[in-house]
């Protein structure tokens, strides 16, 4: 099954890196000129292509970032965000510092999976909740030290971007009753309180 990284402007779509024989998830926008995305089935790796908004094209090959990483997210100051191990983790939310150490950033829950930082830096939306299928969208903010549930949908709800404005979260959403027709996208009010669209 083909499963390529594609980039859209509101009005074409292009393909930035095309694999017959891995899934990818998770693209993500770097300031750096890259989007970033996971590979794999399993273990997943962080990848990257380079790509110019501009011309809405690939300007280089895909390359391995890191191995046994997945989950990206980037700040607007090129800040590198993602998951080691298995996209699944339990425990404590914590930095990963240059060094390989660590620094604790609170409790996330049972389970936590998909961590993305706001562009500013100051806050955390994670998936959240007791199993891989009852998965809530969690925002942490991290100078306060406090968790705002902000979904609350049938299914699982896994968080994909931040809004520039830090309004609003892209999310989606599988609601595995609905067979095919179960999944889309949608924005949840950053702060918990708005319209969901």
Known sequence: QRTPVEAWDGERTVVLADFDD????APTWSPTGHVLFARGFGQLDL????FDPQRMEATDDPFLVMADASAP?????GTLAFVRGSTGMSGDLVWVLPDGTTEPIGDGGALVMGPIVSPDGSRLAYAGGSSPTDLDVWVRDLERGINTRISSLAGFVFPVAWSPDLREIAVMNFDPAKGLDGQRTLF??????????
Request: glycine fraction near 8%; avoid cysteine; charged fraction near 15%.
């Open 22 to 25: 891995l899934y990818t998830a």
């Open 47 to 50: 990848w990257a292509v380079p």
């Open 73 to 77: 997210s980037v700040s607007d100051n």
């Open 188 to 197: 949840l009010a950053a702060d918990g309180t708005g319209e969901t669209r």
